[in-house]
T-cell receptor, first 112, second 112 residues
């Protein structure tokens, strides 16, 4: 069975500071990994995904993530955050069988 | 274009009402999904349709009835709901049901 752990439920950060949202997964088979963002009262928007190939993945809005197979991690980073990045962020994993397993989410709060 | 549309945006219904949620995509995706999301929680998978056939039902109560009339359209029929069914209902689609899922904006349902 697969599982996803987002290590921080809330991350407060000041505007223009760097941020890292942590995600660890467990799986006995190869997986595909995703980060989604959910702004208040909206659906989920795909930020980036790792399917194969380069372990450093770049996404929208200046975010990037690095797949680390040995540490089973897929941490999300942004070098300089904006107020508009305030949202809920979900890490998710699938082995390709149609079921997407989500972490519990990390609430990113960017303060001026 | 990675757009999934959902109607209505908001829905209020009584416990004896019958209503339907609608989801549409025109990306040629062959898999479509219904999720339920409670506040401050990740989405929970309800149903998966693959090539217009129901492939996954996550033990959802029969008061929720999915329907996939064609490859672009997914409905969720609601009958005799309970107040605890109040939530954000999200639809998603993916090209082949194996990897990347794209989400719609959701329907916020309130059951009185």
């Amino acid at each position: 069975a697969q599982s996803v752990t987002q290590l921080d439920s809330q991350v407060p950060v000041f505007e223009e500071a760097p941020v890292e949202l942590r995600c660890n997964y467990s799986s006995s088979v190869s997986v595909y990994l995703f980060w989604y963002v959910q702004y208040p009262n909206q659906g989920l928007q795909l930020l980036l995904k790792y399917l194969s190939g380069s372990t450093l993945v770049k996404g929208i809005n200046g975010f990037e993530a690095e797949f680390n197979k040995s540490q089973t991690s897929f941490h999300l980073r942004k070098p300089s955050v904006h107020i508009s990045d305030t949202a809920e962020y979900f890490c998710a994993v699938t082995h390709g069988g149609g079921k997407l397993i989500f972490g519990q989410g990390t609430e990113l709060s960017v303060k001026p | 274009d990675t757009e999934v549309t959902q109607t209505p945006k908001h829905l209020v219904m009584g416990m004896t009402n019958k209503k339907s949620l609608k989801c549409e995509q025109h990306m040629g995706h062959r898999a479509m999904y219904w999720y339920k999301q409670k506040a401050k929680k990740p989405p929970e998978l309800m149903f998966v349709y693959s090539y217009e056939k129901l492939s996954i039902n996550e033990s959802v109560p029969s008061r929720f009835s999915p329907e996939c009339p064609n490859s672009s359209l997914l409905n969720l029929h609601l009958h005799a709901l309970q107040p605890e069914d109040s939530a954000l209902y999200l639809c998603a689609s993916s090209p082949d049901g194996k990897e990347t899922q794209y989400f719609g904006p959701g329907t916020r349902l309130l059951v009185l």
